[in-house]
């Protein structure tokens, strides 16, 4: 974050003083590259579709940099994420073509061939990265070209049990002529912004595309050059029979290309190429959906206000005394409940704890969607997204906090036990996350995946939830305890009323409604598990911030209708109610989630890959769980509130 301010200062500072002709966000800082300038090369973790589990780049038997392999340094959520960067040993020189010469390997052993085939029958990706552009193929199927990250291990063929692995890369790397415009903002090794003067003239790189090939070469010949020898180049593909297979005991000879092409693309374009929105229709139809519910609901809510709610509550104050008790003795529904409306719900305490970490993880959900949204997360800044909603749900604690220890006053009529609430809120969700996240790390260390967190990132998360998140939800806590009592607008009889049977389970009714804010989350959810399990960039963040809006409205107006639906039967235990209404949208994300799995990702492999996707949906799942939730809840309470506050009851 600061960093943020940093170069916003900066960026104040330059165009005080000159005239810019862009304005570039914060992590999208411009290199310009001198011609024959070296330009560094690095590698990220393998990935893969078929069993989500990343692996170190250097777990295979590729040729290692002379110098050594160094890591790059990395944030939070490039940690969480899996990813783990090196250098590599390619060299590229800005405007220099190059045919060249890597390494031979020694003869595979059996583990490391066995081990190379598996990587290439899963479907591994080698992910590089130049100028922090990830690397892009184009290939071709059914006449329609189709643009992926990464470039394959290896591959099979069809009918044989063989597999051949990549061992040259034609690289082309597009650059823009750039000429300098009297300032700039130039990033540091540490990704802080430097304003400078900038007359120089140079190049920008704007694209970086690989054409990957296997290719059977004579060990023997390869063994005799050295690392950046010219060799001659290749023309791919190769047929399978001059191809290189993965055998034991066979030596593979790695080598690649580099071509640089000038290109009219402007740096601030660059990853429009990744960022490329298709279907953008799909998302409109999601949004005019979405509208349609809200409409349908607004005309619902509108009926109940105006036709029925209000028109009882003018005749009611109309009324002298006496005709209001006889009216109380005659009428039936909602108001035959107002002695038992406000009583104290079951498990209080957990109701309480629940509103306040929804909440918490709502404000957390709806600030970072915004700030991506405005371009401030941008896909440059690897990891950011991740270690940004880290940073806001700590931070926000003070507002669960807040929130729920002034619920729990409202309930039990006093603030004891607040210091308990409080704590309950700091740990419950945390506490949950926690648990799954430790046993799938378990998973994930017995496969020595580079997704295993280490012992030291998790003292570090413990250390940062008990220093800031802990803290902040007690002074939310202390907050809430002092503020101002929500008065309740009726007294409770001391003996609870009998509620009137039903026909059925008025829990099947909850668990319907949340059909209608689901309605207008599942397409966009496509999207977005596509992002996440088949390594796709999700950048359609303005149309996410419009979907979040409406399944927030969708919400509340889903959890008021039902709770008027229940107090028109007599059925005055509405709080838990009011708040599943809206949170059973939750049960069906899972099922769409378990749906995806099977039809969508019906290549992922291993009861390993399964029990990480089910064990980070239900994470997701429950956090929506508490964040539709506490907002259904909070909008019927005030509903509840609002109605019984306009009956005069003695």
């Not at 960093?3 to 500072?13: A, E």
């Not at 104290?344 to 918490?360: N, Y």
């Not at 929130?403 to 004891?416: A, E, F, N, P």
């Not at 239900?618 to 809840?633: H, M």
Request: glycine share 8%; net charge neutral; hydrophobic share 45%.
């Amino acid at each position: 974050m600061s960093s943020y301010l940093i170069f916003l200062t900066l960026s104040i500072l330059a165009l005080n003083s000159h005239s810019i002709d862009a304005f570039y966000l914060p992590g999208s800082y411009m290199h310009t590259y001198s011609q024959g300038e070296a330009i560094s090369v690095k590698v990220n973790s393998l990935t893969s579709i078929e069993t989500e589990l990343p692996f170190s780049y250097y777990s295979l038997p590729y040729c290692r940099p002379q110098g050594g392999i160094k890591k790059s340094a990395e944030n939070l959520g490039e940690i969480l994420m899996g990813d783990q960067i090196d250098n590599s040993p390619y060299r590229f020189r800005i405007n220099v073509n190059e045919s060249l010469y890597l390494c031979t390997t020694n003869p595979l052993d059996q583990q490391e061939a066995n081990l190379l085939k598996q990587r290439a029958r899963d479907l591994y990706q080698v992910n590089v990265i130049l100028d922090n552009l990830p690397v892009m193929r184009f290939i071709e199927q059914n006449g329609v070209t189709i643009q992926w990250t990464g470039f394959p291990v290896g591959y099979t063929s069809s009918g044989s049990s063989d597999a051949y692995i990549v061992n040259h890369l034609k690289f082309k790397v597009l650059v823009h002529e750039y000429e300098g415009n009297g300032v700039a903002v130039i990033a540091s090794e540490d990704g802080l912004g430097v304003v400078q003067d900038d007359n120089k003239k140079g190049y920008q790189i704007v694209g970086f595309e690989v054409i990957p090939c296997s290719v059977k070469r004579d060990p023997d010949t390869m063994l005799k050059l050295k690392m950046y020898d010219k060799i001659d180049p290749i023309n791919c593909p190769i047929d399978l029979d001059k191809s290189q297979v993965i055998w034991e005991n066979e030596r593979i000879a790695f080598t690649y290309e580099v071509e640089f092409v000038k290109s009219d693309i402007k740096w601030p374009s660059r990853w429009d190429a990744y960022l490329k929105m298709e279907g953008a229709n799909v998302h409109w139809y999601s949004i005019i959906n979405s509208l349609t519910v809200i409409f349908f609901l607004a005309g619902i809510v509108l009926i109940i206000f105006l036709r029925t709610v209000r028109r009882d509550l003018t005749r009611y104050e109309e009324m002298d005394k006496e005709a209001q008790a006889q009216m109380n003795e005659e009428q039936l529904g909602w108001k035959l409940v107002v002695g038992e409306v406000f009583r104290e719900p079951t498990c209080a305490l957990l109701l309480c704890v629940m509103v306040g970490d929804g909440i918490q993880i709502l404000g957390m959900a709806v600030v970072t969607i915004v700030f991506a949204a405005l371009g401030f997360l941008s896909p440059a800044m690897r990891g950011m997204l991740l270690t940004g909603m880290i940073l806001l749900y700590l931070v926000l604690g003070v507002t669960a906090g807040y929130v729920g220890v002034r619920l729990w006053k409202t309930i039990k009529g006093s603030s004891k036990g607040w210091k308990l609430v409080s704590w309950s809120i700091a740990c419950f969700f945390s506490g949950i996350v926690f648990v799954v996240l430790t046993a799938l790390n378990f998973i994930l260390w017995r496969s020595k995946s580079t997704g295993a967190l280490p012992v030291s990132l998790f003292i570090i998360l413990l250390a940062m939830w008990f220093c800031i998140s802990v803290p902040l939800t007690l002074w939310g806590g202390s907050l809430g305890e002092k503020a101002k009592d929500i008065e309740i607008p009726v007294r409770t009889n001391q003996i609870p009323r009998e509620i009137p049977e039903r026909s059925y389970p008025s829990w099947f009714l909850v668990l319907g409604a949340g059909t209608l804010p689901f309605g207008t989350l599942f397409i966009e959810l496509f999207f977005i598990l596509s992002s996440i399990w088949l390594g796709r960039f999700y950048y359609v963040f303005g149309f996410l911030l419009v979907v979040l809006i409406l399944l927030l409205i969708v919400c509340g107006e889903v959890s008021v209708v039902l709770t008027y639906m229940n107090l028109c039967v007599e059925d005055w235990r509405w709080w838990w109610k009011a708040f599943f209404a809206s949170g059973s949208v939750s049960f069906y994300v899972f099922l769409y989630s378990i749906n995806y799995l099977v039809f969508e990702l019906r290549s992922l492999s291993g009861p390993v890959s399964a029990a990480l996707y089910l064990g980070y949906s239900l994470i997701t799942a429950f956090a929506i769980l508490l964040a539709t939730g506490s907002i259904g809840f909070l909008m019927s309470f005030y509903f509840v509130h609002y109605i019984f506050s306009s009956v005069k009851i003695d």
